[in-house]
DNA sequence: CATAATATGAAATACGTGTTCCATTTCAAG
DNA sequence: CTTGAAATGGAACACGTATTTCATATTATG
């Protein structure tokens, strides 16, 4: 009963429809007709049920059971994993950019440990490309760019984002204080803020009670704050006029801040070419 | 019993949200954080069952469907609906984004600059998977689990990625000096490291004379050492026992450390496990 | 501190799912 | 036309699912 016709059935959607194609003149009426509409509505076959894809078929569900095995998987269910694969591989692009790329992962853990972050730092990619809303990044980067001063304001994971900006703006030549170095002033340093200046805060989960309450004082005083965050859960996001969700993906556990660190050195670069276009126009008046 | 707030709960993402966000403090405890994980890992909800999302989350399968009637669905099947069409239509807008993008390049200097560093981003991260020697990544990996304090030397650009490293191995308990936090006395610190210790130096182009002074300093003292950086050419790569290059790619002459971070964060965690795997194997003894 | 109201966990239940089985039909070969 | 094999439809089955129930724990309230 079970034809199994030779080796293992095809994981991914291309192969299957190539199989699909090949085999369709000797495959029973009723199979073929399953195959082309499988084909044809890839989306209802992943996300549908047995009963709701015979239905719109018009087949048995014992119909789709047959045609999963006779193409040599184990069975309906089987045989949808390939369309859901199908679908979460779209969805994340630069993914399998990568691992299209990379050649063959020797088996040590180390390699396996390296791989991980890097395929977790290409998701991070991913999702952030897809989520982020650029229009809420081109007003962070308005109230940013006419800000007389930018006080940065992170411990911990996220300092090393902190200073990475502040030696970027600093190069540009934009008045930054970073919060941190000198320890123990901060509330002192950005009590001197104003509404004319602005602030970014940086802050992952477990949040620093420091860096929170340092983000409350400012938005209190009435300076513009942007936040740069993990989830909007977040206690200083609350308090932002701007936030920004870097959801980091993890690997065992740990988090890289790789997208983080693409994230804020766009943000830095896109205040810098604001601050640019300004007073060029600023000089013709 | 059941609690129908109000008039019928959202059918897409954004809404479903932005409800979460506003209820999440009059919500129980377990409902909540089965709110904040709905947030941060739609995916899983959108593919997986009761059973294995309850599991992930570290609930019980009741809690879900309490939490979905309790926002006013059906039940946990109807709340799945909303996580389901969201992946539908992203699957949609996402590929005429990119079309929008590779378009009009006149939407807003800023989205362009966004995707810019992200695509740089993921570009290094490529490039990174296809030319890292996973051998030396296993050789710098042994020398580091073995030694007795690792010393981290960066300064300026590479400092982020230094302080990173600082945060995560101090987490895990292994004992790091960070060259730096004091100024001016870095080279009486590192004078003090012997052949048990290792250090990790980075640097890039520029390179920071300060870093290459102390990285030749610790070299010529016999301690193992280590390089990040960005060419075979550096000053820190030749007095070196290992060294490995990451090239960023850049965006408008801008280059993020998001490759970097993610190589730095699999050197630190793969260190920390060789170190858990050696004291467990001594333990044997 | 006592008491009620609510929230939670764990097992029991009802339901829907994919799957299997078998009777019936279709088709081809003798 | 007969006979056999393959294909199909439809109902019965077993399993996993979401859901409900109820006892227990937790939190709020007087």
Redesign the pocket.
């Known amino acids: 009963m079970t034809d199994q016709n030779f080796d293992t059935p095809p994981t991914d959607f291309e192969h299957f429809r190539d199989m699909i194609v090949a085999r369709k003149d000797s495959l029973?009426?009723?199979?073929a007709q399953v195959g082309e509409y499988a084909i044809r509505n890839p989306d209802e076959f992943a996300f549908g049920?047995?009963?709701s894809v015979s239905e719109a078929i018009g087949?048995?569900?014992?119909?789709?059971?047959?045609f999963?095995?006779q193409l040599g998987y184990?069975?309906?269910?089987?045989l949808k994993d390939v369309f859901r694969s199908r679908i979460k591989e779209q969805r994340t692009s630069y993914q399998d950019r990568i691992r299209a790329l990379q050649v063959d992962t020797a088996g040590s853990a180390e390699s396996e440990i390296l791989q991980g972050f890097l395929d977790a730092a290409a998701g991070s990619l991913g999702a952030l490309s897809r989520t982020v809303d650029v229009t809420r990044f081109a007003e962070g980067v308005a109230i940013l760019a006419k800000a007389d001063c930018i006080y940065l304001i992170a411990r911990r994971r996220a300092y090393p984002l902190a200073s990475s900006m502040a030696y970027t703006f600093a190069k540009m030549g934009i008045r930054i204080v970073l919060a941190g170095s000198a320890p123990g002033i901060d509330p002192e340093i950005l009590g001197g803020a104003t509404d004319r200046d602005a602030a970014i805060a940086m802050s992952f989960t477990p949040y620093s009670s420091e860096t929170v309450h340092l983000a409350r004082m400012v938005a209190r005083a009435g300076v513009p704050l942007i936040s740069i965050t993990d989830s909007p859960f977040s206690p200083i996001a609350e308090c932002s006029r701007i936030w920004f969700e870097i959801a980091e993906q993890d690997f065992s556990g740990f988090r890289s801040l790789s997208a983080s660190m693409a994230f804020c050195m766009a943000l830095t670069v896109a205040v810098a070419e604001a601050r640019k276009r300004q007073s060029a126009s600023n000089d013709l008046e």
Request: no cysteine.
């Open positions: 029973p009426k009723r199979l049920t047995a009963a087949v048995q569900p014992s119909t789709l059971v047959r999963a095995k184990a069975g309906f269910s089987d």
